[in-house]
């Protein structure tokens, strides 16, 4: 079965610079979501989108903005990137009919220098 | 807002059955969702309680009790590869977005 895909899988960035994540989520899945985990922390939630329009946003940064396109990928870009930014990132997808069963990628391993 | 609190670590021996507990106060509550995490890898969801009353597929079970606000996340016959970390999350009300507990972390010795 398809799975949520995510890249680049690890970015080594340095202070400043500016980074994009992508995301495809499972076909037919009409929500995706963006979270950050830092290292022994659970999953914050950043952003979401339904229907490619966007939807909820949590504590996503003001340097940090996202978007869906036509063909439901979703990217998030990442800008004045700060030494605390190093996280994992994940993308997931679900369908409304089962928010609460949420599909993650593998994640973006982002280490900012 | 939403809280949810769970124990930050259980070790337990392979073939044995551990419960890992989460409480949590929600302003809207539809159900608690339970997660699995191995080291570096994504979360994989595991199970969903919307209603009271225990939940089970295959070594995995989910109880939620509303009234008390509690669910726990029953895992039996141990095996060394459910050594991983386990979160309890609900959805936010009103929002397509999930908030996590801060995680369990499940140590399985031989």
Redesign the interface.
């Known amino acids: 079965a398809a799975g949520v895909i995510q890249s680049p899988r690890h970015l080594i960035k340095e202070k400043r610079e500016t980074a994009t994540l992508k995301c495809y989520p499972i076909p037919r899945h009409d ?1 995706v ?1 963006w979270y950050q985990q830092g290292p022994g ?5 950043l952003i ?1 989108f ?1 229907e490619k329009m966007q ?2 946003k ?1 504590s996503i940064p003001d340097r940090f903005s996202a978007q869906q396109f036509s063909d439901y990928h979703s990217e998030l870009n990442m800008s004045s990137l700060e030494l605390g930014d190093s996280a994992l990132y ?1 993308c ?1 997808s679900s369908r409304t009919e089962g ?9 973006t391993r982002l280490l900012v220098l | 807002g939403q809280s949810l609190e769970q124990p930050s670590e259980v070790t337990a021996v392979e073939g044995a059955i551990v419960q890992i507990n989460c409480t949590y106060q929600t302003s809207g509550f ?2 608690l ?1 339970w997660y699995q995490q191995h080291d570096g ?5 595991l199970s ?1 309680n919307a209603l009271d009353g225990l939940e089970e597929t295959g070594r995995f079970s989910s109880f939620l009790s509303r009234s008390d606000s509690y669910g726990y996340l029953l895992l039996q016959e141990l095996q060394m590869k459910d050594s991983a970390s386990y ?1 309890c ?1 609900v ?2 009300t009103g ?9 369990t972390r499940l140590q399985v010795q031989p």
């Open positions: 929500t979501y922390q659970d999953p914050q939630f979401s339904y939807s909820d949590g994940f997931a928010l609460e069963t949420q599909y993650f990628g593998p994640g | 539809y159900g969702s890898g994504a979360p994989t969801f969903y979160f999350a959805l936010d929002r397509r977005a999930l908030t996590f507990g801060s995680g």
